[in-house]
């Protein structure tokens, strides 16, 4: 299984790598999110255009700084919004693993992929790990744009490890998820329907672009049930030093999720696969 699992991987990134334009489209969205949104959040501007134009600069600023590190933990948004986005980002990129299957079925190549001896499950692993690689190859350029754009970061290597552990996790589980949906589905609107039907809720109902804190209560007690939520935890303790849970919690529980995640996406997707 393994020799075929490795040459079906070898397929996905060949055709990944043919698709230059998704390259960049798969970008526009993280970047968006990094340079309009993050970047235009000047709270000290923000203060001073709300009847505070007189007063000493540098006394706003010292209460800007003292607002958001209390707000946010840190003084930088920027960073704050950044080491989210990595999560969001390795979130949307794993929906791509379900939403390619519906293509690939639409247009045949799935009926001919399971014409192959490959085992059923080689096929799932494949599509697993050839999203896995595309995820962590965007989230490389994803950093280097957000170092760019005034992201400081400790270049320590186990911190970088503990982070893209994480990131791999969550996106491991949620790939599961959609390529099981992929399977089940034929039509691609009814895919896009369900995509548009989850992302925006999960990434909202986490403490992606705002803290936990300042959610309504009820929001609170919906995002401890997002997995998103200790993703972002776990990877914004190892790159800013700053976190709402404990850890060992936030891995427990993530571990927990991916595992759940894993084993219902393989069973789902092999019963609709040997029944197909």
């Known amino acids: 299984m393994i020799r075929e699992t490795y040459v079906l991987v070898e397929r996905e990134l060949k ?69 989210g986005m990595f999560v969001v980002f390795a979130f949307f990129q794993s929906v791509f693993g379900g939403v390619n299957i519906v293509f690939e079925k639409r247009l045949g190549s799935m009926n001919r992929l399971r014409m192959t001896p490959a085992p059923r499950s080689s096929i799932f692993l494949a599509k697993m790990a050839a999203t896995l690689v595309r995820t962590f190859f965007y989230e490389t350029i994803l ?18 490890i503990e982070a893209g552990a994480a990131i791999a996790l ?37 403490p992606a672009l705002f803290p936990l804190q300042q959610m309504p209560w009820w929001l609170r007690d919906i995002a401890r049930f997002n997995p998103l939520t200790y993703a972002v935890d776990i990877v914004r303790y190892n790159l800013l030093g700053v976190h709402s849970f404990n850890i060992l919690e936030d891995w427990a529980i993530l571990i927990a999720i991916t595992a759940v995640f894993v084993t219902a996406g393989l069973l789902a997707s092999l019963r609709v696969l040997e029944n197909y």
């Open 15 to 83: 055709k990944w790598v043919g698709r230059r334009g998704t390259f960049f489209i798969s970008l526009i969205t993280p970047i968006a999110w990094l340079a309009l949104f993050g970047k235009s959040l000047n709270f000290v501007n923000m203060f001073s255009s709300a009847g505070l134009q007189g007063a000493n600069p540098v006394i706003v600023k010292q209460y800007v700084d003292q607002t958001l590190l209390r707000l946010f933990g840190t003084t930088n948004y920027f960073a704050y919004l950044a080491t």
């Open 143 to 160: 950093l280097v744009i957000a170092v760019a754009l005034g992201f400081s970061v400790d270049w320590n290597a186990i911190n970088f």
């Open 170 to 206: 969550l996106a491991a589980g949620f790939i599961s998820i959609f390529e099981a949906i992929g399977f089940a589905v034929d039509n691609q609107e009814i895919m896009f329907s369900i995509v548009n039907l989850i992302n925006l809720p999960l990434m909202f109902a986490s």
